[in-house]
């Protein structure tokens, strides 16, 4: 199993910032990528940032140019700079990590950080 401990949500002012970090423990050998998961109240959960072993990164339309995901593979900690931020940004962000055993992938889920953008 995989636990995380993540950080950094809250509530901002539109156009202001935050920064969310999600670090991960026990069985975090075989790791390949970690990524960043947004749900809205009435909606469904959607990819925001995935970052992979090798660097490789993906955003969603929405927060491309304002959101930047990086990773620490030493500490297995992702961490998600949210910048430019709007009330469409709120909701419940989720860091999720992919594992690849046996060609097998396992996907394990934080518990959720609030993320509230309001005047």
């Known amino acids: 199993q995989v636990q995380f401990v993540e950080s950094g949500g809250g509530l901002v002012q539109p156009g202001g910032s935050l920064r969310l970090s999600c670090a991960a423990s026990?069985?975090?050998?075989?790791?390949?990528?970690m990524g960043w998961y947004r749900q809205a109240p009435g909606k469904q959960r959607e990819l925001v940032a995935r970052?992979?072993?090798?660097?490789?990164?993906n955003y969603a339309d929405s927060v491309k140019g304002r959101f930047t995901i990086s990773r620490d593979n030493a500490k297995n900690t992702v961490y998600l700079q949210m910048n430019s931020l709007k009330p469409e940004d709120t909701a419940v962000y989720y860091c999720?990590?992919?594992?690849?055993?046996?060609?097998?992938?396992?996907?394990?889920w934080g518990q959720g950080t609030q993320v509230t953008v309001s005047s």
């Open positions: 999720r990590a992919d594992r690849s055993i046996l060609a097998t992938i396992y996907s394990y």
């Open positions: 026990g069985s975090t050998f075989s790791i390949y990528a």
């Open positions: 970052i992979t072993n090798d660097g490789s990164t």
